[in-house]
């Protein structure tokens, strides 16, 4: 099976476990993120893919072929870390043409790769510059292309554009995007920034509590977050518990019934957790409450640019609502609303 797989994957640093019970096939020619908080595991299991750290269990294969203990540098992966470790004394064309003398290729065609390269990293004028004389971006663009100089069968990321600034980094992923796109390279990309992940990955590792929490595309993820765990740190979103009645409604704790087909397979009287995202969550004028509509007051108004954020107190829960401007109809603190909640857009989340 071509990409790579691991398999009952795991790390122990003495009696502390790093990551445990990894199993994951990711499909070649795919950009994938590791997401999730510091310390649940991301660059330990990506140090694993490396060959930079042993596994305590388990296998890693890519395309069939065992590689759990071949050494790094005999794995051909291309591999840029947060300090990008560039050579601060050689300049931009001798640091991209590094990998390629250690591999032994001539000079010539070190060189005919490096022109290649500082081509498509549009850097063609920087060859003999130092890379200390670069701005970050620059310097971001080689450590990519020295990563990617022999034709890596895999390209690791580990948190690359956490020095930059938000408005570099954002063009840099747009570039790492179409750089990977363009190579049809595999890619992992290690971050803890949910927006990072979600906008450049094909498919999303969510790591919690040094184990897989759920693998999926961005949209997957975000719309149908497999726990709690997941719904809370991927977007923003209204989490609140509830009961379920055993009919397809749930109960909310200061009163109230709403329609969750989702609740349907549940015996009535669990104790549950919902998600309802914020976009999700439709204000109207204050009307009597009927099927999936409430009634409430708002208690907070928040003007974020093109959107308000309205949190509304109803059913002992509080709301967040992200609306237009018009949405929101000229709403106050104090004022009575009613919220819909759409039964499509109200999730039952798994423990
Ligand atoms: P961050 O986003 O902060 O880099 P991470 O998700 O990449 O975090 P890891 O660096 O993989 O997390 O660490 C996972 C766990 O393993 C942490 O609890 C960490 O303290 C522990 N750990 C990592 N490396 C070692 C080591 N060499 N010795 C002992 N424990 C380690």
Same mark, same amino acid.
């Given at each position: 099976m071509t990409g790579l797989i691991l398999q009952n994957v795991e790390k122990y640093y003495g009696s502390a476990c790093a990551v445990t019970d990894? !199993?994951? *096939?990711?499909?070649?020619g795919k950009l994938v993120c590791f997401l999730g908080p510091s310390g649940c595991g991301k660059t330990t299991l990506l140090r694993m893919i490396a060959g930079l750290e042993s596994l305590s269990s388990g296998e890693i294969l890519l395309d069939g072929e065992d590689v759990s203990h071949t050494p790094a540098h005999e794995r051909n992966f291309g591999m840029v870390f947060q300090s990008l470790?560039?050579?601060? *004394?050689?300049?931009?064309? $001798? !640091?991209?043409? %590094?990998?390629?003398?250690?591999?032994g290729v001539r000079k010539a065609g070190q060189?005919? @790769?490096?022109?290649?390269?500082? $081509?498509?990293?549009?850097?063609?004028?920087?060859? &003999? @510059?130092?890379?200390a004389k670069l701005s970050g971006g620059q310097r971001q663009r080689v450590a990519i292309a020295r990563a990617i100089a022999a034709h890596p069968?895999?390209?690791?990321?580990?948190?690359?554009?956490? /020095?930059? &600034?938000?408005?570099? @980094? $954002?063009?840099?992923q747009v570039e790492i995007r179409q750089l990977q796109q363009r190579l049809n390279i595999?890619?992992?990309?290690?971050?803890?920034?949910?927006?990072e992940a979600m906008t450049m990955a094909d498919i999303v590792v969510v790591l919690g509590e040094h184990r897989v929490q759920q693998v999926g595309t961005p949209?997957?993820? %975000?719309? !149908?977050?497999?726990?709690?765990?997941?719904? &809370?740190?991927?977007?923003?979103?209204? =989490?609140?518990?509830?009961? /379920?009645?055993?009919?397809?409604?749930?109960?909310l704790p200061g009163g109230g019934t709403l329609e969750v087909p989702g609740s349907a397979p549940l015996v009535a009287g669990a104790a549950i957790k919902m998600l309802v995202r914020p976009e999700d969550v439709q204000l109207s004028p204050h009307q009597a409450p009927e099927g999936n509509r409430l009634a409430g007051t708002v208690t907070f =108004? @928040?003007?974020?640019?093109?959107?308000? $954020?309205?949190?509304v107190e109803c059913g002992g829960v509080s709301l967040t609502s992200l609306t237009t401007p018009s949405q929101a109809f000229g709403l106050g603190v104090g004022h009575p609303v009613s919220i819909t909640l759409p039964a499509e857009a109200c999730r039952v989340l798994g423990a």
């Open positions: 990894v !199993n994951l *096939h990711l499909p070649a470790a560039l050579f601060p *004394h050689m300049t931009v064309g $001798e !640091n991209i043409a %590094y990998p390629l003398k250690l591999r060189q005919a @790769r490096v022109v290649e390269l500082l $081509e498509m990293i549009q850097l063609q004028q920087m060859l &003999d @510059r130092p890379v069968k895999l390209l690791l990321l580990d948190e690359p554009l956490s /020095a930059l &600034d938000a408005k570099l @980094r $954002e063009s840099m595999t890619t992992i990309l290690v971050t803890h920034d949910q927006r949209i997957e993820i %975000y719309r !149908n977050p497999a726990n709690e765990f997941v719904a &809370d740190f991927i977007g923003s979103g209204n =989490i609140f518990a509830a009961v /379920a009645l055993g009919n397809g409604q749930v109960g =108004i @928040r003007d974020i640019g093109a959107t308000i $954020e309205t949190t």
